[in-house]
């Protein structure tokens, strides 16, 4: 298990949060057809304290292989 850098509580995975963008056409009285956008912002948050501790897989990956 790792330590949460931020609250120093045991974990044993991230919450990982991604943002999306949800877009329409509107003509003036009806919404079209809802599209995604995906971006790339992802963050990886302790499940305890919901701090933000990476914003890249890779060093997520490795901060949770290192315990």
């Known amino acids: 298990?790792?330590?949460?850098?931020?609250?120093?509580?045991?974990?044993?995975?991230?919450?990982?949060?991604?943002?999306?963008?949800?877009?329409?056409?509107?003509?003036?009285e009806e919404y079209g057809k809802m599209n995604v956008d995906k971006y790339n912002d992802r963050e990886?948050?302790?499940?305890?304290?919901?701090?933000?501790?990476?914003t890249d897989e890779e060093a997520a990956r490795e901060f949770l292989k290192l315990f």
């Open 44 to 54: 990886y948050n302790c499940p305890e304290c919901l701090e933000t501790l990476f």
């Open 1 to 28: 298990m790792a330590i949460c850098p931020s609250c120093k509580k045991l974990i044993n995975s991230l919450t990982c949060c991604e943002r999306n963008m949800t877009s329409s056409d509107f003509d003036g």
